[in-house]
Antibody
Framework: QVQLQESGPGLVEPSETLSLTCTVS????????WSWIRQPPGKGLEWIGN???????NYNPSLKSRLTISVDLSKNQFSLKLTSVTAADTALYYC???????????????WGQGTTVTVSS | EIVLTQSPGTLSLSPGERATLSCRAS??????LAWYQQKPGQAPRLLVY???SRATGTPDRFSGSGSGTDFTLTISRLEPEDFAVYYC??????????FGQGTKLEIK
């Protein structure tokens, strides 16, 4: 059974870099796609970006200039770095496994429990 | 970027009733559409993928339909545990993904 666990600082100062890690257990990270999603307090879900088994990634255009998603195969982890954060980046951050069902059909079938990040001085 | 618009924003129904939730895409996503359920304090849970395929563990009272730009999630007979927020999502291209803004299904 695949399980995901997000980790990272719960508080980040404005203009600093937000760094989160997702640790995958129960499966190798290599064959699959992985995703980061966030949810501001009281609001809906926002896709942040995807990571592919080759280490390449795809980002939300609204975050692309500040965002890096990377993988550490040796630790079975993938990470998110978001630079120059503001209060608007305050959210519950989730990592998820992306299942590919064929013919460009994808869905996020396993989610972590989420980690809250607050941007404040 | 493909925009997903869900309607209604809030749906008030009673247990035992039928719920119909809509999701419209700004351009065709063929059948690459998923539905998620989120309860307070929980991560979203995948209900339906590929527009109409139920995910493992999804009760058969949940059914998805549609293709192209118009999609529907139907709950045939509401159970108390079904009252939650529902999101549609598309992932296309490389893939790049977007979510709808959500429909809150509340007890009337």
């Amino acid at each position: 059974q695949v399980q995901l666990q997000e980790s990272g600082p719960g508080l980040v100062e404005p203009s600093e870099t937000l760094s989160l890690t997702c640790t995958v257990s129960g499966a190798s990270i290599k064959p699959y796609y992985w995703s980061w999603i966030r949810q501001p307090p009281g609001k809906g879900l926002e896709w942040i970006g995807n990571l592919y088994n080759s280490g390449s990634s795809n980002y939300n255009p609204s975050l692309k200039s500040r965002l890096t998603i990377s993988v550490d195969l040796s630790k079975n982890q993938f990470s998110l770095k978001l630079t120059s954060v503001t209060a608007a980046d305050t959210a519950l951050y989730y990592c998820a496994k992306v299942a590919a069902y064929g013919s460009e059909t994808y869905a996020m079938d396993v989610w972590g429990q989420g980690t809250t990040v607050t941007v404040s001085s | 970027e493909i925009v997903l618009t869900q309607s209604p924003g809030t749906l008030s129904l009673s247990p035992g009733e039928r719920a119909t939730l809509s999701c419209r895409a700004s351009q065709s996503v063929t059948r690459s559409l998923a539905w998620y359920q989120q309860k307070p304090g929980q991560a979203p849970r995948l209900l339906v993928y590929g527009a109409s395929s139920r995910a493992t563990g999804t009760p058969d009272r949940f059914s998805g339909s549609g293709s192209g730009t118009d999609f529907t999630l139907t709950i045939s007979r509401l159970e108390p545990e079904d009252f939650a927020v529902y999101y549609c999502q598309q992932c296309s291209g490389s893939p790049r993904c977007t979510f709808g803004q959500g429909t809150k299904l509340e007890i009337k």
